[in-house]
């Protein structure tokens, strides 16, 4: 228990529904005052996800206030993903090896994270934590070390700066068995995130998001909590 | 006229509505093809700044898929400013001198620069212009070129990097009466403007915006072409 005369700062964190966000909101848990940021973007399991977020807030007793719900599904409405654009097929991982993944949504890290800045800016909150995965992951350009690097410069530089606000990413270099590890570890409610890609009722388990899930939990040997059309 | 063998290159402009984004859409008028990118937040002219740049839209003879209209109202939902916040007062020039004004929106020109990137990566376009003005400004610190310079560095490190994509801030280091003066001479629709932030009939005439832009003109020795209330 804390005491009374030191009330913890807050983080905000973005949190899509998935585990990674989930994992990554039970780290910020342990020393900061939740405040969960969730956008949508008009991708394809965009209501699932926003179920997901919903429950793992109510899981941390996050009060109303410091929740906050966000669509820009202008992002869909730019396109060049095959997330935001039903023109696009969403290929499986055995299918799509060639560079960066058809599933890429330009610059989607840099918005999220302006929003959340904005937002911790009003609140004066103290860190903005984001699950961002670097070495186990897609190979998105707005998902490495050096981006996050570059962006605290902008928010050093951007803000009113009456208080400095750091960039958190705590799952930037584990793999994804590690991630399913802590969360565990950490007693975070996994059984309630979605990841998969392409479907809403069961996880898919071939799109590259599932793929690179489950593959975590073997690894681990931890069972994933959730469902999947395979199984 | 260009020949038809050297097609030129696309910029991605910000543009309110207002002289410095009509001046800076000017500007880049005479070496790309423009692409104009309208950001509302739920700021009070919000209506009015959209019919200009509507108007300034169409006197570039833009088509329509390269004009996108998007709004960030989470902005005003999160809060911060008097500019989105009704229960605030937009102060007069003269009644807020201490530091950064209240009509400061927190983070806003990242969040139009992060969509400004993503359509501008999906475009294919090489730059993207923001009519930023430093020298003779509100003090806004998202505002300074240290800012763009570091937002440079965040395009660099998170896009796609199919090409270089460059931030243009043409009117960074101008005074308001330059900005008249290139604005007359390259002949931007300047009459299509708006820039009052409190009024969308005539403008105020005594807001910090309205007061730095009619300061600008004044200076330049050139009347300005809009209608106030006090004139």
Chains 1, 2 share one sequence.
Not at 2 to 26: E, F, H, N, Q, W
Not at 119 to 148: H, M, T
Request: hydrophobic fraction near 40%.
């Amino acid at each position: 228990m804390m005491s009374a005369d030191s009330p913890r700062s807050i983080a905000v964190v973005l949190a899509s529904g998935g585990m990674d966000s989930c994992v990554t909101t039970a780290i910020a848990a342990r020393d900061y005052e939740l405040a969960l940021l969730h956008v949508g973007y008009g991708q394809r399991t965009e209501a699932r996800e926003l179920a997901a977020f919903r429950g793992i807030a109510d899981h941390y007793r996050v009060p109303a206030e410091r929740r906050l719900e966000v669509s820009i599904e202008h992002l869909a409405r730019i396109g060049g993903s095959s997330l935001t654009d039903m023109r696009m097929d969403v290929l499986d991982a055995s299918e799509d090896n060639t560079g960066i993944p058809n599933t890429y949504v330009p610059f989607r890290n840099a918005n999220m994270l302006s929003i959340g800045v904005s937002w911790a800016e009003v609140l004066g909150a103290d860190a903005l934590f984001i699950g961002a995965v670097e070495e186990d992951s897609s190979g998105y350009p707005d998902c490495r070390k050096v981006f996050y690097d570059a962006f605290q410069s902008v928010i050093d530089t951007g803000t009113k700066h009456e208080r400095a606000l750091r960039i958190v990413t705590p799952l930037i270099e584990l793999s994804k068995a590690d991630i399913v590890r802590a969360g565990t570890e950490l007693g975070a409610p996994l059984h309630l995130t979605w990841s998969c890609y392409k479907r809403e009722d069961l996880a898919c388990g071939v799109c590259e998001s599932c793929m690179l899930r489950l593959r975590g939990f073997r690894v681990a040997g931890i069972e994933d909590p959730i469902g999947y059309v395979n199984a």
